[in-house]
């Protein structure tokens, strides 16, 4: 350990102290991870994260194995050795350091940039990072996600989600995305067909009938759902039901939950 914490105070020591923690507060809005996705046109991966306060919506394209790390964590799966966003968390916390949060602080170039708020042995340090990066660990470490107001600004419309089944949200309380085959690739699901629940809102529908994000629906009244449009074409035609009965996979294995709807 001694050696790991030699290692970690020479890369904090090449690192030029940045703003301190109470700077960072102004012009920054604490945000949460509302999906992870893929862009339709170009198939990159997405995060968005949405603000807690207001819920304003910023989207940033990240790289493939970023992606799947962010996907690993979200869906709770436990590798059997460490990855390299884990490694960092191990050595973070086996040195004693804490994470106390992480900021996406600026967009040049269409290139996003971050920065880990880290305390260590009574001092404060600012390290560069990529957001993708930053936001992995984060959520490793259980620690807030804060995004400049600059940066929110300048946002981009979020690919595949705006206007997306109006009945899905209303009735169930869920957001849903097509399972593409580079979908199933990044979420490592394989090649199960269906819909990916993206988003549970809490205390809806769905949620309290136990409906988590990266469980994947195959099937709604015994009728097989393959894209959120059929999804949302068979809430719509059940307009007077008050029950509906979904079929869906959780980690691989198959359930069937039967979701009482909320009043028309």
């Known amino acids: 350990m001694k050696f790991i914490e030699c290692l970690f105070l020479v890369a904090l020591l090449a690192v030029q102290p940045a703003a301190s923690f109470a700077a960072l507060d102004a012009g920054t809005v604490e ?4 999906t992870l996705t893929l862009d339709p046109n170009s198939q990159t ?4 994260l949405e603000t807690i306060p207001d819920k304003k919506i910023l989207p940033i394209w990240i790289d493939v194995p970023e992606a799947r ?9 436990t590798m059997p050795r460490p990855l390299t966003h884990d490694l960092i968390r191990n050595i973070l916390q086996g040195v004693g350091a804490t994470l106390r949060r992480v900021t996406i602080t600026d967009l040049r170039n269409n290139t996003y940039f971050a920065v880990l708020s880290l305390a260590f042995k009574g001092q404060e340090q600012q390290i560069d990072a990529r957001p993708s990066d930053a936001i992995a660990v984060a959520l490793r470490m259980k620690a807030p996600i804060y995004v400049s107001t600059r940066v929110l600004a300048t946002a981009k419309p979020s690919p595949g ?16 995305q097509d399972l593409t085959e ?12 269906g819909v990916l629940v993206a988003e549970v809102t809490p205390g809806g529908a769905a949620m309290t009938a136990g409906i988590q994000r990266g469980d994947i ?3 709604a009244d015994d009728k097989p759902v393959q894209t959120a449009n ?15 009965k979904l079929e869906v996979m959780k980690k691989g294995k198959p359930t069937t939950l039967v979701i009482d709807l909320p009043p028309h």
Do not use: W
């Not at 989600?161 to 849903?176: E, S, V, W, Y």
């Open 161 to 176: 989600l705006a206007g997306r089944a109006d009945q899905t949200q209303k009735k169930l309380g869920i957001q849903t």
């Open 217 to 219: 629906i195959t099937k």
């Open 182 to 193: 580079e979908l199933a690739a990044l979420f490592q699901i394989g090649a199960q067909r």
């Open 45 to 48: 991966p997405v995060v968005v």
């Open 69 to 77: 790390a962010i996907a690993l964590e979200l869906e709770q799966v």
């Open 31 to 34: 945000s949460k991870i509302k």
């Open 230 to 244: 059929e999804l949302e074409a068979l809430l719509r035609a059940a307009k007077l039901s008050r029950q509906i």
